[in-house]
């Protein structure tokens, strides 16, 4: 694992082979509320917006596509051409977790974004 990071204020670009890369969503039970997949805890059914190839705050001019995760928590979007994208957390639930998350996807990589919740 690598950790992409900026170099003097400059965003990271995405890289682009020509193939598509994926996103794979987790929506979790947070039960210890402390923001982190902890062993024990389950992947929940619930909605995410599907990803968008802008940012999270452009996104919010939108009306976000509705994607529920399986009886696991996850959803997973392929064939996404490299660059950023925006997902939500859509449900109803408190989270733990950021609600919006921008992330970054590089050809024939699959990113994972998770969502924490705690069920009221």
Same mark, same amino acid.
């Given at each position: /694992?690598? *950790?992409?990071?900026?170099?003097? @204020?400059?965003?990271? $670009?995405a890289?682009d082979?020509?193939?598509? @890369?994926?996103? %794979?969503v987790?929506i979790?039970l947070?039960? !210890?509320?402390?923001? !982190?997949f902890?062993? @024990? &805890?389950?992947?929940?059914? =619930?909605?995410v917006? /599907?990803? &968008? /190839?802008?940012?999270?705050?452009?996104?919010?001019?939108? %009306?976000?596509?509705?994607?529920? +995760? =399986? =009886?696991?928590?996850?959803?997973?979007f392929?064939?996404l051409?490299?660059?950023? #994208?925006c997902v939500s #957390? *859509?449900?109803? %639930?408190?989270? +733990?977790?950021? *609600?919006?998350?921008e992330? *970054?996807? !590089?050809? &024939? $990589?699959t990113?994972?974004? %998770?969502?924490?919740? /705690?069920v009221?």
């Open positions: /694992m690598f *950790l992409l990071a900026g170099c003097s @204020g400059q965003t990271p $670009q890289v082979n020509g193939k598509p @890369g994926k996103i %794979e987790f979790y947070d039960s !210890n509320a402390n923001g !982190n902890d062993a @024990g &805890e389950a992947g929940r059914v =619930d909605e917006a /599907m990803p &968008e /190839m802008i940012s999270c705050a452009a996104s919010s001019q939108h %009306e976000p596509v509705r994607v529920q +995760t =399986d =009886d696991k928590g996850v959803a997973l392929s064939n051409k490299a660059g950023r #994208y #957390y *859509l449900g109803r %639930e408190t989270t +733990t977790t950021q *609600l919006q998350a992330v *970054l996807v !590089n050809s &024939e $990589q990113t994972r974004v %998770e969502f924490g919740i /705690m009221r």
